[in-house]
DNA sequence: TAAAAATTATAACAATTGGTCTATATAAAC
DNA sequence: GTTTATATAGACCAATTGTTATAATTTTTA
């Protein structure tokens, strides 16, 4: 089992690996072929559908990796506010460890093809809803109404993906950790006013 | 004047629009040609540096606009949180005018070419603090400390960007709006504890 | 009107794009 | 051991990419 979906898998993580760092249209099949090491012949094999499909696949497998890390984290949070500064800083720490090169978002693929790929429009909206769901889902067992939680979510996954675009650009986690902080009071006080 | 310079601009305001929509390795010099029905000839006359001039151009005049049309929106408010709810909520308008395909924000190239090119990263950064220091003063002659200030700005600077491209991947104008209206509750917050 | 400068046209460039094709190998099943 | 899927090799495709070079054309200046 291992041997068989090797070439599949290999495709797929370098295609987003690739896509991370320099986008759709700046990524190659070429290029993809030759960072998964993974025989030239075999891409369209396993992906009839070409590119759409292989990058679609790889939101798919990245995200659901991803929102099950932070459905994880999520599960045993005894303190709302201080996971959600934990999972910022995370993030900034694997940014870091890039060099700032890797951004873990799909925000590339959503502004590049929202316009021209349904495909991979959707596989990226569901992403987000997955992860923003995630987080409601928390704050709705502490206590917050369906709403706010909601409110919350949204406001998290937004500053999120614009912070991991403010790091690249500026070259540095910083506005990754400033926000960390500053949804951790901000989810404090909405915590204080839980009652209303 | 007009007519001097009227080729260079078309392709600078044409580059900018096909950006916005497709990205930076999606849009081809020949689109932009044809787009801006500019003479195919001028292009490396104006812009002997190529496409990444271009951009780095159209990055720095479309930049300045925005940044100019901030301030002049700051300028006379008297009540910061419903400001910035307001400059939200035409960034709503502007998305929802389009069909949802223009963004209006600089993350494309960030993320597409933050690993390749300084010139258009820079360029890119520069209009983020641009914005971000307009948000920053304003709070600042409201009576924030300088820090409080920052912080508060670089929320509004991310959680805009995260938020168009939510937008874009919903295909609604709805993350704007509920983030709008989510920040102005926090400014109000915020401005509550200013004592501290 | 002649000379100079600014602008545009056109063709070609090598390189690469995503994608298709057929032939060959490797393995599994009977 | 022969047949049948599964998988890989690699040449090939037309189209397009960004870019360069040179020629023709305007426009400005003298």
């Known amino acids: 089992m291992e041997k068989t979906t090797s070439a599949r898998t290999r495709l797929i993580e370098a295609t987003f690996n690739l896509i991370e ?13 030759k960072e998964s090491g993974a025989p030239k012949g075999s891409l369209y094999y396993y ?22 890390r932070i459905r994880g984290v999520l599960k045993n949070a005894d303190n709302p506010a201080e996971i959600i500064k934990l999972i910022f800083t995370n993030f900034a720490k694997k940014l870091d460890a ?26 990226c909206n569901r992403m987000y809803d997955s992860c923003s769901a995630s987080y409601t889902e928390m704050f709705m067992t502490h206590g917050f109404s369906e709403k706010r939680a909601t409110q919350i979510a949204t406001l998290i996954t937004t500053s999120m993906e614009g912070a991991i675009i403010l790091c690249r650009a500026k070259q ?18 909405a915590k204080s006013e839980m009652s209303n």
Chains 1, 2 share one sequence.
Do not use: M, W
């Open 21 to 33: 760092q320099q986008g759709y249209h700046g990524t190659g099949l070429n290029q993809i072929i």
């Open 47 to 68: 992906f009839p559908d070409g590119k759409e499909q292989l990058v679609s696949e790889a939101i798919e497998l990245y995200g659901q990796a991803l929102a099950e």
């Open 98 to 123: 890039s060099g700032c090169t890797k951004s873990g978002s799909f925000a590339t693929i959503v502004l590049e093809t929202s316009n021209t790929s349904e495909r991979l429009r959707k596989a």
């Open 172 to 189: 540095s986690s910083e506005p990754l950790i400033q926000i960390a902080e500053e949804l951790k009071s901000y989810i404090n006080h």
